[in-house]
C-alpha cells in the first residue's frame, strides 16, 4: 500500500492511496509506476473542475474538493509525475464532490449516484489531470477519463433526472463536463435518460453520441435509433412529475 501527497504554499492539494494485491512498484525519480493483480485506489483533491461551496472543509476560492474511487482486478500502470495512471480488469469508479478530506462516496447496489457524481464500470479505464491546467496555480485540473470494454457510466440531470450510457469506448472531461461515447453497427452507443425514477426511459443509439452535461446538449453520428438533440435540465423537486 502506498500513499502519496501533495502541497503548494497554502496547504494541501491531493492525497492519494493505492493498494494492490501483489506487487506495486514506484520510482520515485520518474514518477512511473506499475503493478499487477486486484487493488484500488483512492483520491481526494482540490480541483479547479467545479466551483466550491461556502462552508466545504478544505476547500478554497474556486476550488471543490473531490473524490475518486477506483476498484480493479488485473493491475495498474502510469506516471504519478503527470498525474496519468491505468487501470485494468472488471473496472468500477465512482467520482463526485466532497465536504471534507475524510469524506467517501462508494457505488450501492440497486442505487443512484449523489448530485454531481459519476459512476463508472469497464474493462480498463485511464485518469488523467488534463494538460491544459497546467501552471494554472494550486489545485489540480479537471480531470479526463477514459474508458474502454463494455463500458457503462451512471449519473444525474437535473435535481430528479438520471442517465445511463453504454458503449465501447468512452471519454468524459470534466472542464468541458463532455461525455463522448463510441459504438459500432453491432454494439451502437447508447444514452438513456429518465426525468425521474420510475419514468419512461427515453434512447438515442448511434455510431457516436457527445453529451454536454451542463447543458443537456447531444450530438449524433451515424444515428440508429431516437435521435432526441436535448435534456431538460430543469426538473423541479418540488412540483410532481406529471403523469
Known amino acids: 500500500r502506498g500513499q502519496f501527497s501533495q ?9 492519494q492511496t493505492m493498494t494492490i494485491d501483489d506487487s506495486l512498484r514506484v ?3 520518474t514518477g512511473q509506476i506499475a503493478g499487477r493483480g486486484g ?26 474538493l473531490h473524490f475518486l474511487r477506483v476498484d480493479f482486478v488485473r493491475g495498474i500502470r502510469g506516471d504519478l509525475n503527470h498525474r496519468q495512471v491505468e487501470v485494468l480488469g472488471d473496472v468500477e469508479a465512482v467520482y463526485g464532490p466532497v465536504d471534507s478530506w ?9 442505487g443512484l449516484p449523489g448530485p454531481g457524481t459519476t459512476w463508472v464500470s469497464a474493462g480498463r479505464l485511464g ?3 488534463s494538460p491544459l491546467s497546467a501552471g494554472r496555480g494550486a489545485g489540480m485540473g479537471p480531470l ?5 470494454e463494455d463500458v457503462t457510466i451512471e449519473g444525474r440531470v437535473g435535481e430528479q433526472g438520471i442517465f445511463s450510457t453504454y458503449s465501447q469506448a468512452a471519454t468524459y472531461d470534466q472542464g468541458k463536463t463532455m ?9 451502437p452507443a447508447t444514452l438513456t435518460h ?12 448511434a455510431r457516436k453520441i457527445r453529451y454536454v452535461h451542463a447543458t443537456g446538449e447531444i450530438q449524433v453520428e451515424g444515428i440508429l435509433r431516437g435521435g432526441w438533440k436535448q435534456i431538460d435540465l430543469g426538473q423541479d423537486p418540488r412540483r410532481p412529475p406529471a403523469r
Do not use: C, M
Open 194 to 205: 429518465q426525468e425521474y425514477v420510475g419514468a419512461p426511459p427515453s434512447e438515442t443509439a
Open 7 to 15: 502541497r503548494d504554499a497554502t496547504g494541501l492539494t491531493s492525497v
Open 102 to 110: 475524510e469524506q467517501k462516496l462508494a457505488k450501492t447496489v440497486r
Open 144 to 148: 479526463e477519463l477514459t474508458a474502454y
Open 27 to 29: 520510482n520515485q525519480q
Open 39 to 64: 487493488g484500488w485506489l483512492e483520491s481526494v483533491h482540490l480541483s479547479r473542475g467545479g466551483a466550491g461551496l461556502l462552508g466545504d472543509s478544505g476547500a478554497r476560492a474556486g476550488q471543490r
Open 127 to 129: 485518469v488523467a489531470v
Open 179 to 187: 461525455f463522448i461515447l463510441e459504438g459500432n453497427q453491432q454494439q
